[in-house]
Protein backbone atom coordinates (compact mmCIF):
# COMPACT_ATOMS: atom_id res chain seq x y z
CA UNK A 1 0.00 0.00 0.00
CA UNK A 2 1.41 3.33 -1.01
CA UNK A 3 1.37 5.73 1.70
CA UNK A 4 2.10 9.29 1.21
CA UNK A 5 4.41 10.99 4.27
CA UNK A 6 3.15 14.70 3.73
CA UNK A 7 -0.47 13.17 3.61
CA UNK A 8 0.20 11.16 6.97
CA UNK A 9 0.85 14.78 8.60
CA UNK A 10 -2.58 16.00 8.15
CA UNK A 11 -3.19 13.53 10.87
CA UNK A 12 -0.79 13.45 12.88
CA UNK A 13 2.17 15.96 13.59
CA UNK A 14 6.01 14.39 13.94
CA UNK A 15 9.69 15.45 12.93
CA UNK A 16 10.26 12.21 11.52
CA UNK A 17 12.43 11.99 8.40
CA UNK A 18 11.04 9.63 5.76
CA UNK A 19 13.65 6.82 6.11
CA UNK A 20 13.10 7.42 10.00
CA UNK A 21 9.14 7.13 9.78
CA UNK A 22 9.69 3.79 7.66
CA UNK A 23 11.87 2.52 10.21
CA UNK A 24 9.36 3.31 13.05
CA UNK A 25 6.44 1.74 10.98
CA UNK A 26 8.59 -1.53 10.49
CA UNK A 27 9.28 -1.71 14.26
CA UNK A 28 5.73 -1.32 15.07
CA UNK A 29 4.87 -4.27 12.72
CA UNK A 30 4.24 -1.90 9.78
CA UNK A 31 6.59 -3.03 7.65
CA UNK A 32 7.84 -0.53 4.90
CA UNK A 33 9.69 -2.05 2.08
CA UNK A 34 10.63 1.67 0.47
CA UNK A 35 10.52 5.33 0.32
CA UNK A 36 10.68 7.24 -2.84
CA UNK A 37 10.44 11.22 -3.16
CA UNK A 38 7.96 12.45 -5.50
CA UNK A 39 8.16 15.51 -7.32
CA UNK A 40 4.64 17.02 -7.54
CA UNK A 41 6.18 19.43 -10.78
CA UNK A 42 9.17 17.33 -12.16
CA UNK A 43 11.79 19.39 -11.12
CA UNK A 44 10.66 21.43 -8.65
CA UNK A 45 10.31 24.84 -9.98
CA UNK A 46 13.85 24.84 -9.29
CA UNK A 47 15.78 28.08 -10.81
CA UNK A 48 12.87 30.30 -11.27
CA UNK A 49 11.94 33.25 -9.49
CA UNK A 50 9.35 36.20 -9.39
CA UNK A 51 10.08 38.73 -11.61
CA UNK A 52 8.57 42.17 -12.67
CA UNK A 53 8.92 43.61 -16.25
CA UNK A 54 10.42 47.13 -15.69
CA UNK A 55 10.46 48.03 -19.71
CA UNK A 56 9.47 46.00 -22.90
CA UNK A 57 10.26 47.65 -26.52
CA UNK A 58 10.23 45.87 -29.29
CA UNK A 59 12.74 43.76 -30.67
CA UNK A 60 14.77 46.22 -33.23
CA UNK A 61 14.65 43.18 -35.58
CA UNK A 62 11.69 40.99 -35.20
CA UNK A 63 7.75 41.76 -35.67
CA UNK A 64 7.10 39.82 -32.85
CA UNK A 65 9.46 40.09 -30.42
CA UNK A 66 9.70 42.36 -27.03
CA UNK A 67 13.20 43.16 -25.42
CA UNK A 68 12.22 43.45 -21.68
CA UNK A 69 14.31 44.37 -18.54
CA UNK A 70 13.52 42.35 -15.65
CA UNK A 71 13.88 43.37 -11.72
CA UNK A 72 14.54 39.89 -10.42
CA UNK A 73 15.23 40.77 -6.71
CA UNK A 74 18.91 40.30 -7.17
CA UNK A 75 21.82 42.14 -8.20
CA UNK A 76 20.88 44.29 -12.04
CA UNK A 77 17.30 43.82 -13.88
CA UNK A 78 18.39 40.77 -16.50
CA UNK A 79 17.76 42.14 -20.30
CA UNK A 80 15.21 38.86 -21.44
CA UNK A 81 14.02 39.08 -25.03
CA UNK A 82 10.40 37.16 -24.88
CA UNK A 83 8.22 36.19 -28.01
CA UNK A 84 4.62 36.47 -25.62
CA UNK A 85 2.17 38.97 -26.90
CA UNK A 86 0.98 39.60 -23.78
CA UNK A 87 3.96 41.32 -22.40
CA UNK A 88 3.81 44.56 -20.69
CA UNK A 89 5.81 47.14 -18.46
CA UNK A 90 4.39 46.53 -14.65
CA UNK A 91 3.59 42.65 -14.90
CA UNK A 92 4.72 40.38 -11.95
CA UNK A 93 5.67 37.24 -13.85
CA UNK A 94 7.85 34.08 -13.57
CA UNK A 95 11.48 34.41 -14.34
CA UNK A 96 13.76 31.07 -15.61
CA UNK A 97 17.40 32.43 -14.43
CA UNK A 98 20.38 31.20 -16.35
CA UNK A 99 21.08 27.48 -15.46
CA UNK A 100 17.51 26.70 -15.04
CA UNK A 101 16.57 23.18 -16.28
CA UNK A 102 12.97 23.12 -17.69
CA UNK A 103 11.12 20.23 -18.35
CA UNK A 104 9.04 19.21 -21.56
CA UNK A 105 7.71 15.57 -21.04
CA UNK A 106 10.75 13.12 -20.60
CA UNK A 107 12.90 15.83 -22.13
CA UNK A 108 14.53 18.52 -20.79
CA UNK A 109 16.53 22.01 -21.91
CA UNK A 110 18.97 24.27 -19.67
CA UNK A 111 18.16 28.09 -20.09
CA UNK A 112 21.53 29.78 -21.38
CA UNK A 113 22.73 33.48 -22.05
CA UNK A 114 21.70 33.38 -25.70
CA UNK A 115 21.84 36.12 -28.21
CA UNK A 116 18.45 36.27 -30.02
CA UNK A 117 18.13 38.31 -33.84
CA UNK A 118 21.44 40.09 -32.03
CA UNK A 119 20.45 41.22 -28.58
CA UNK A 120 21.26 39.50 -25.95
CA UNK A 121 19.15 37.05 -23.41
CA UNK A 122 20.02 36.68 -19.93
CA UNK A 123 17.04 34.20 -18.81
CA UNK A 124 13.38 33.30 -19.85
CA UNK A 125 9.81 35.15 -18.65
CA UNK A 126 7.59 31.71 -18.88
CA UNK A 127 4.52 30.52 -19.57
CA UNK A 128 1.95 28.04 -17.65
CA UNK A 129 2.97 24.81 -20.07
CA UNK A 130 6.86 25.53 -19.80
CA UNK A 131 7.00 25.29 -15.90
CA UNK A 132 4.73 22.42 -15.28
CA UNK A 133 2.14 24.40 -13.77
CA UNK A 134 -0.92 24.55 -16.59
CA UNK A 135 -1.39 23.75 -20.45
CA UNK A 136 -1.89 27.47 -21.57
CA UNK A 137 1.06 28.60 -23.95
CA UNK A 138 -1.20 31.48 -25.19
CA UNK A 139 0.88 34.02 -23.27
CA UNK A 140 3.30 34.63 -20.13
CA UNK A 141 1.85 34.10 -16.57
CA UNK A 142 0.80 37.09 -15.39
CA UNK A 143 1.03 37.23 -11.56
CA UNK A 144 -1.13 39.28 -9.01
CA UNK A 145 0.18 42.61 -8.59
CA UNK A 146 1.11 41.86 -4.71
CA UNK A 147 3.84 38.92 -6.13
CA UNK A 148 7.02 39.64 -4.18
CA UNK A 149 10.07 40.37 -6.45
CA UNK A 150 12.23 38.01 -6.05
CA UNK A 151 10.46 35.32 -4.53
CA UNK A 152 11.26 31.67 -5.06
CA UNK A 153 8.42 30.17 -7.21
CA UNK A 154 8.47 26.80 -5.33
CA UNK A 155 7.45 28.95 -2.41
CA UNK A 156 4.99 31.11 -4.48
CA UNK A 157 3.51 28.28 -5.92
CA UNK A 158 3.48 26.02 -2.22
CA UNK A 159 5.43 23.31 -4.46
CA UNK A 160 7.06 20.70 -2.16
CA UNK A 161 8.05 16.87 -2.64
CA UNK A 162 6.23 14.12 -1.34
CA UNK A 163 7.68 10.80 -0.43
CA UNK A 164 5.92 7.67 -0.82
CA UNK A 165 6.44 4.63 1.56
CA UNK A 166 5.56 1.19 0.67
CA UNK A 167 3.91 -0.26 3.61
CA UNK A 168 3.43 -4.13 3.33
CA UNK A 169 -0.05 -4.76 5.40
CA UNK A 170 -1.12 -8.05 7.10
CA UNK A 171 -4.71 -9.39 6.61
CA UNK A 172 -4.58 -9.17 10.01
CA UNK A 173 -4.27 -5.35 10.11
CA UNK A 174 -7.39 -3.78 7.91
CA UNK A 175 -7.70 -1.31 10.38
CA UNK A 176 -4.40 -0.43 9.43
CA UNK A 177 -5.46 0.05 5.61
CA UNK A 178 -5.48 3.60 5.49
CA UNK A 179 -3.74 7.00 5.74
CA UNK A 180 -5.73 7.67 9.00
CA UNK A 181 -4.70 4.10 10.14
CA UNK A 182 -1.31 4.34 10.07
CA UNK A 183 -1.57 7.85 11.15
CA UNK A 184 -3.61 6.15 14.61
CA UNK A 185 -0.26 3.56 15.27
CA UNK A 186 2.31 6.26 14.14
CA UNK A 187 0.67 8.75 17.51
CA UNK A 188 1.32 5.46 19.69
CA UNK A 189 4.40 5.11 18.54
CA UNK A 190 5.26 8.33 18.90
CA UNK A 191 3.49 9.04 23.11
CA UNK A 192 4.93 5.68 23.65
CA UNK A 193 8.67 7.14 22.94
CA UNK A 194 7.92 10.33 24.73
CA UNK A 195 7.51 12.53 21.89
CA UNK A 196 4.08 14.69 22.80
CA UNK A 197 1.90 14.83 19.84
CA UNK A 198 -1.78 14.91 18.81
CA UNK A 199 -4.46 13.06 16.49
CA UNK A 200 -5.80 15.50 14.25
CA UNK A 201 -9.49 13.40 13.09
CA UNK A 202 -11.06 14.49 9.72
CA UNK A 203 -13.04 17.47 10.03
CA UNK A 204 -16.67 16.80 9.74
CA UNK A 205 -18.08 20.08 11.17
CA UNK A 206 -19.03 21.14 7.88
CA UNK A 207 -21.06 18.32 6.59
CA UNK A 208 -24.60 18.74 6.29
CA UNK A 209 -27.11 16.62 4.57
CA UNK A 210 -31.56 17.25 4.37
CA UNK A 211 -33.05 14.14 4.12
CA UNK A 212 -35.84 13.71 1.43
CA UNK A 213 -38.44 11.55 0.20
CA UNK A 214 -37.42 9.10 -3.14
CA UNK A 215 -34.38 7.91 -2.29
CA UNK A 216 -33.37 3.96 -3.34
CA UNK A 217 -34.01 1.16 -1.49
CA UNK A 218 -31.50 -1.64 -0.50
CA UNK A 219 -32.50 -5.44 -0.15
CA UNK A 220 -30.11 -8.29 0.22
CA UNK A 221 -31.11 -11.42 -0.48
CA UNK A 222 -27.66 -12.97 0.45
CA UNK A 223 -27.30 -12.33 4.06
CA UNK A 224 -24.45 -14.23 5.10
CA UNK A 225 -21.71 -12.97 2.33
CA UNK A 226 -23.46 -9.28 2.94
CA UNK A 227 -24.66 -8.95 6.39
CA UNK A 228 -25.01 -5.32 5.68
CA UNK A 229 -24.93 -2.80 2.18
CA UNK A 230 -26.05 0.74 2.96
CA UNK A 231 -26.35 3.33 0.80
CA UNK A 232 -27.88 7.50 -0.18
CA UNK A 233 -28.61 8.56 -3.04
CA UNK A 234 -27.60 12.40 -3.50
CA UNK A 235 -29.73 14.72 -5.99
CA UNK A 236 -27.86 17.42 -8.43
CA UNK A 237 -24.71 16.68 -8.98
CA UNK A 238 -22.24 18.40 -11.21
CA UNK A 239 -19.63 15.92 -12.62
CA UNK A 240 -16.64 17.84 -13.52
CA UNK A 241 -12.60 17.98 -13.43
CA UNK A 242 -11.50 17.60 -9.90
CA UNK A 243 -9.54 20.34 -8.12
CA UNK A 244 -5.45 20.00 -8.41
CA UNK A 245 -5.04 19.15 -4.76
CA UNK A 246 -7.14 16.51 -4.78
CA UNK A 247 -5.56 14.98 -8.52
CA UNK A 248 -2.50 15.40 -7.02
CA UNK A 249 -2.43 13.26 -3.56
CA UNK A 250 -4.43 10.49 -6.28
CA UNK A 251 -1.83 10.45 -8.44
CA UNK A 252 1.16 10.24 -6.26
CA UNK A 253 -0.53 7.00 -4.73
CA UNK A 254 -0.27 5.50 -8.15
CA UNK A 255 -4.34 6.19 -8.66
CA UNK A 256 -5.46 7.65 -12.24
CA UNK A 257 -8.09 10.63 -11.37
CA UNK A 258 -11.25 10.29 -13.33
CA UNK A 259 -14.12 13.29 -12.14
CA UNK A 260 -15.14 14.72 -8.96
CA UNK A 261 -17.23 12.12 -7.98
CA UNK A 262 -14.84 9.20 -8.49
CA UNK A 263 -12.43 11.00 -7.29
CA UNK A 264 -13.88 11.47 -4.08
CA UNK A 265 -14.84 7.62 -3.49
CA UNK A 266 -10.88 6.52 -4.01
CA UNK A 267 -9.51 9.48 -1.82
CA UNK A 268 -11.86 8.23 1.27
CA UNK A 269 -10.93 5.03 0.32
CA UNK A 270 -7.12 5.37 0.88
CA UNK A 271 -7.91 8.39 3.80
CA UNK A 272 -10.22 6.25 6.12
CA UNK A 273 -10.05 2.49 4.30
CA UNK A 274 -13.46 2.83 4.14
CA UNK A 275 -14.76 1.17 0.42
CA UNK A 276 -17.10 3.62 -1.69
CA UNK A 277 -18.82 3.21 -5.04
CA UNK A 278 -20.68 5.87 -7.13
CA UNK A 279 -23.51 4.50 -9.18
CA UNK A 280 -25.40 6.46 -11.68
CA UNK A 281 -29.01 6.34 -9.57
CA UNK A 282 -30.80 6.80 -13.29
CA UNK A 283 -28.84 3.57 -14.45
CA UNK A 284 -30.54 1.85 -11.74
CA UNK A 285 -33.43 -0.11 -13.22
CA UNK A 286 -36.27 -0.86 -11.22
CA UNK A 287 -35.03 1.77 -8.25
CA UNK A 288 -34.27 -0.89 -6.36
CA UNK A 289 -30.63 -2.19 -5.35
CA UNK A 290 -30.27 -5.74 -4.36
CA UNK A 291 -27.40 -7.34 -2.92
CA UNK A 292 -27.23 -11.31 -4.25
CA UNK A 293 -25.05 -13.53 -6.24
CA UNK A 294 -25.79 -14.66 -10.02
CA UNK A 295 -25.72 -17.60 -11.53
CA UNK A 296 -22.20 -19.51 -12.56
CA UNK A 297 -20.74 -18.38 -15.79
CA UNK A 298 -23.33 -14.95 -16.19
CA UNK A 299 -20.74 -12.23 -18.14
CA UNK A 300 -20.04 -9.08 -16.81
CA UNK A 301 -18.55 -6.55 -18.49
CA UNK A 302 -16.52 -3.85 -16.00
CA UNK A 303 -15.31 -0.50 -15.71
CA UNK A 304 -12.27 -1.18 -17.71
CA UNK A 305 -14.37 -2.71 -21.01
CA UNK A 306 -13.67 -6.12 -20.20
CA UNK A 307 -16.11 -9.24 -20.33
CA UNK A 308 -15.74 -11.35 -17.21
CA UNK A 309 -17.27 -14.26 -16.44
CA UNK A 310 -18.90 -15.14 -13.17
CA UNK A 311 -18.79 -17.97 -10.12
CA UNK A 312 -21.44 -18.31 -8.38
CA UNK A 313 -19.43 -16.94 -5.41
CA UNK A 314 -19.12 -13.23 -6.58
CA UNK A 315 -20.95 -11.37 -4.36
CA UNK A 316 -23.38 -8.70 -6.95
CA UNK A 317 -24.55 -5.14 -6.54
CA UNK A 318 -27.64 -5.48 -9.06
CA UNK A 319 -30.29 -3.64 -10.47
CA UNK A 320 -33.90 -5.78 -11.24
CA UNK A 321 -32.37 -7.28 -14.62
CA UNK A 322 -28.46 -7.22 -14.01
CA UNK A 323 -25.91 -6.69 -11.85
CA UNK A 324 -24.00 -3.33 -11.53
CA UNK A 325 -21.02 -4.19 -9.32
CA UNK A 326 -18.79 -7.26 -8.32
CA UNK A 327 -19.22 -6.22 -4.95
CA UNK A 328 -15.70 -4.67 -2.98
CA UNK A 329 -14.05 -5.46 -6.25
CA UNK A 330 -14.81 -3.84 -9.50
CA UNK A 331 -17.73 -1.70 -10.57
CA UNK A 332 -19.71 -2.41 -14.10
CA UNK A 333 -19.71 -0.07 -17.00
CA UNK A 334 -23.04 0.22 -17.83
CA UNK A 335 -24.15 2.18 -14.35
CA UNK A 336 -20.71 3.89 -13.94
CA UNK A 337 -21.00 7.99 -13.43
CA UNK A 338 -20.67 10.00 -16.48
CA UNK A 339 -20.02 13.57 -17.02
CA UNK A 340 -23.94 13.35 -18.25
CA UNK A 341 -24.46 11.84 -14.51
CA UNK A 342 -26.97 14.00 -12.45
CA UNK A 343 -28.12 11.89 -9.53
CA UNK A 344 -25.79 9.27 -7.93
CA UNK A 345 -26.47 6.21 -5.23
CA UNK A 346 -23.63 6.18 -3.18
Known amino acids: MNISYNWL?????????????????TSIGLETGGVEEIQTIKGGLDGLVIG??????????????????????QGEPLQIVCGAPNVAA?????????GTKLYSGDESFTIKKSKIRG??????????????????????????????????????????SDYILEVD?????????????????LYSYLLQNGINTRLKRPD???????????????????????PRYSGLTIKGVEVKESPDWLKDRLSLIGLRPINNVVDVTNYVLHELGHPLHAFDANEISGGEVIVKTLPEG???????????????????????????CIGGVFGGLKSGVTEKTTDVFL
Open 298 to 324: TKFITLDELERTLTDKDLMICNDKEGM
Open 204 to 226: VSRFKIDISEGGIPVRVENTEAC
Open 119 to 160: VESFGMICAEDEIGIGTSHAGIIVLPQDAEVGTLAKDYYNIK
Open 52 to 73: EVLTSVDHPDSDHLHVTNVNVG
Open 9 to 25: KDYVDFDLLPEELAAAL
Open 169 to 185: ITPNRVDATSHFGIARD
Open 90 to 98: GQKVVVALI
